[in-house]
């Protein structure tokens, strides 16, 4: 038997960036001291749309098929989750680089040089594996 089905993959993938989401933008709003309720509105606004177009269509995708691969397998566990999400993030970047810049840098590999997207990388991906545990235990008790 899987220790966890579909259902609780696509759950625990969809609430992973959420934490950082919600960190990210109080951060935006906390240091532009903008604490009206348009500006507040707009931030969390804008932040829910880079989750739907940035997470949702190219993240989610790889990050079920490699997850849904390693349960079968019985191998889906923290560490194969970093694993799995620095190579989807080594692989997406590019394509979110042309998406948002427009270009790459001048040594292409500089991209990979961002050291804090590695931080956010672990950051979602224990979040990630969080959220699982979290619904396995809800579903067991």
């Known amino acids: ?10 759950r625990a993938l969809a609430l992973a960036p959420i934490p950082l989401l919600s ?4 951060g935006i709003i906390i240091f532009n001291a903008e604490f009206n309720l348009y500006s ?7 932040h829910f749309l880079f989750y739907l177009l940035f997470y949702g269509l ?7 098929i490699t997850s849904y691969f390693l349960v079968r ?3 889906l566990n923290l560490m194969s989750i970093f694993i ?7 692989l ?6 042309l998406i948002f810049v427009g270009s790459f840098p001048s040594p292409w590999w ?4 961002i050291y804090s997207f590695y931080l956010m990388i672990l950051f979602n991906s224990f979040c990630y594996w969080l959220g699982l545990e979290w619904l396995r235990r809800k579903q067991i008790g």
Request: net charge positive; charged share 10%.
């Open 1 to 10: 038997m899987h220790q966890y089905n579909k259902k609780m993959i696509i």
């Open 23 to 26: 960190i990210s933008a109080l």
């Open 40 to 46: 507040v509105a707009v931030i969390f606004l804008a």
């Open 58 to 64: 190219l993240v989610i995708p790889f990050a079920y």
């Open 73 to 75: 397998k019985n191998r």
């Open 84 to 90: 799995c999400a620095t190579v989807i993030w080594i």
């Open 92 to 97: 997406i970047s590019p394509i979110t680089r």
């Open 110 to 113: 500089h991209i990979y040089k």
